[in-house]
């Protein structure tokens, strides 16, 4: 008889991420973290999306209700010019954001963190994708924005989404800029002695 698999937590609000973990055979259960991002700072941009996983994780992990679960704590933002843009303040925000990425391209970075509270330990890790925009017009834009998805999303757009005609192609893993990078998840799973297929619901 199999034993059943150990509870994953992820702790995260994007069902983006949570899709990805259940396409992948996980069951995670959902507890948001409520760090407060703003206080959290580093000196680069994968640095940034890495502490900010690393504070969702922990902050999770030190509930005594999640005790002998796997929490998993991502973050992402998108780096462009040196700088980490997370989701849009506004729509207006979110317009400029657009006018200044197309044609250009863009390195998503999305850290990752994964506490075992039974081991009482965590590995960490930034994935990295290369982002290459394409040259939606001004009216395309427009409508984009209109439709409240930037606002939602880290770099105001989604490869999976409405924005997805805009992005001419990208280098490195799709799921990274969906929202979690599945395998680097397996390879800090590997790390705590965890095989991501013993999660297998």
């Known amino acids: 008889m199999t034993a059943d698999p150990r509870r994953v937590v992820l702790a995260s609000a994007s069902p983006a991420r949570l899709g990805l973990l259940r396409q992948a055979g996980l069951s995670p259960e959902v507890i948001v973290s409520g760090v407060d991002e703003d206080k959290v700072h580093a000196p680069t941009p994968a640095e940034l999306a890495l502490a900010l996983a690393e504070a969702k994780a922990a902050h999770v992990a030190a509930r005594p209700e999640v005790f002998g679960a796997l929490v998993i704590g991502c973050d992402s933002v998108l780096e462009l010019d040196r700088q980490a843009l997370g989701k849009p303040a506004d729509a207006e925000e979110a317009t400029a954001r657009w006018k200044s990425m197309r044609g250009r391209v863009g390195v998503l970075q999305t850290g990752h963190c994964v506490y075992d509270t039974a081991a009482k330990r965590y590995e960490s890790a930034t994935a990295s994708t290369v982002v290459r925009f394409g040259e939606p017009t001004d009216e395309e834009i427009a409508a984009y924005v209109a439709s409240g998805e930037p606002l939602h999303v880290a770099g105001a757009f989604t490869l999976d989404g409405r924005s997805a005609p805009?992005?001419?192609?990208?280098?490195?893993?799709?799921?990274?800029?969906?929202?979690?990078?599945?395998?680097?998840?397996?390879?800090?799973?590997r790390k705590l002695d965890v095989e991501i297929t013993d999660l297998w619901a």
Not at 166 to 189: A, E, H, K, W, Y
Request: hydrophobic share 45%; glycine share 16%; net charge negative.
């Open 166 to 189: 805009f992005i001419d192609g990208i280098d490195g893993d799709p799921g990274n800029v969906i929202g979690l990078s599945l395998p680097l998840l397996r390879r800090l799973l």
